[in-house]
């Protein structure tokens, strides 16, 4: 169901466009926002907020918030995380500088999986992925996409059993920063740390319990309690993990691409009442009661 703590606001704090791995452009992504009743968005783009500005244009135009949004990669226990960034100052300097450094760690990833995958002999291997990827970092999935165009394998999933799943030789793990220097660099800019789709880590509830208390010890601030593809079981128990550790709760639908209903935008199940929403501490709130 849609976000119902007002009946006036449909807010989805987490979304990607073309300036990371999403089907669309920044501003399609918020027209098809508008057209679904979302009234505050965050673009929230993988490591980079190079879509911001064209998001922001299309925003004014629909008659829609969009608050400066970002997901950033990180490591904790040698595990990939994500932690969303949201209503930072895009102008920081530091944040900026961090940014590139990540943009760099995924270059260096890329350049290290194409190197290793040379021996199939495809020529130009980096350069069609990153063409793949519309002119940016490739990953995993348009290496695969390369290797299928060119015959070496039947298709991704072929690609991803022989070459680039777990143990394979273009299975490089990502050279990303720990979790407390990420949370620093949003909070430093000015923003809020949510830690994103606490559910997707595959995580027992031991380890994400231990998850959410270190990621609250080294300053982050809220947790995503309601995002696409989770049952009413996980809804409770992050509800029950963002009251624990005294965190702000936010929301988002982590769309990507049109197609899958169970992941559209402001598409959202309900938060469960008692819980302090995000958008309330933002530099300016988002009006409206909080949920009982």
């Given at each position: 169901m849609t976000i119902p703590q007002d009946p006036h606001l449909c807010i989805d704090l987490h979304c990607h466009s073309t300036a990371s791995d999403g089907a669309l452009s920044p501003a399609a992504l918020v027209e098809?926002?508008?057209?679904?009743?979302?009234?505050h968005l965050a673009l929230t783009d993988h490591d980079t907020i190079a879509g911001l500005a064209e998001a922001e244009v299309a925003a004014q135009a629909q008659g829609i918030i969009l608050i400066p949004g970002v997901e950033l990669s990180c490591l904790w226990k040698s595990r990939t995380i994500h932690i969303v960034g949201l209503d930072f100052d895009p102008g920081?300097?530091?944040?900026?500088?961090?940014?590139?450094?990540?943009?760099e760690n995924r270059w260096a990833r890329a350049r290290m999986i194409a190197d290793r995958l040379g021996k199939?002999?495809?020529?130009?291997?980096?350069?069609?992925?990153?063409?793949?990827?519309?002119?940016?970092?490739p990953g995993r999935p348009h290496f695969a996409q390369v290797l299928t165009e060119a015959g070496v394998v039947r298709n991704a999933a072929q690609a991803f059993k022989r070459y680039l799943g777990n143990g394979k030789p273009g299975d490089v793990k990502a050279f990303w920063p720990e979790l407390p220097e990420v949370v620093r660099w949003i909070t430093e800019a000015g923003g809020v740390a949510v830690l994103a789709h606490p559910r997707k880590y595959q995580l027992t509830a031991t380890k994400l319990r231990e998850l959410t208390a270190d990621f609250r010890r080294a300053g982050g601030q809220a947790i995503e309690v309601s995002t696409s593809g989770q049952s009413s079981g996980d809804l409770g128990f992050l509800a029950e993990l963002c009251r624990k550790e005294k965190l702000l709760a936010s929301q988002g639908s982590d769309f990507h691409f049109p197609g899958a209903p169970w992941c559209e935008l402001g598409r959202i199940m309900k938060m469960p009442d008692g819980l302090e929403p995000v958008w309330h501490s933002f530099r300016q709130p988002v009006p409206g009661a909080a949920p009982a």
């Open positions: 098809r926002a508008a057209g679904r009743g979302v009234t920081q300097a530091g944040f900026r500088q961090a940014l590139e450094q990540q943009n199939l002999g495809v020529d130009g291997l980096l350069d069609k992925a990153s063409e793949a990827a519309g002119g940016d970092v």
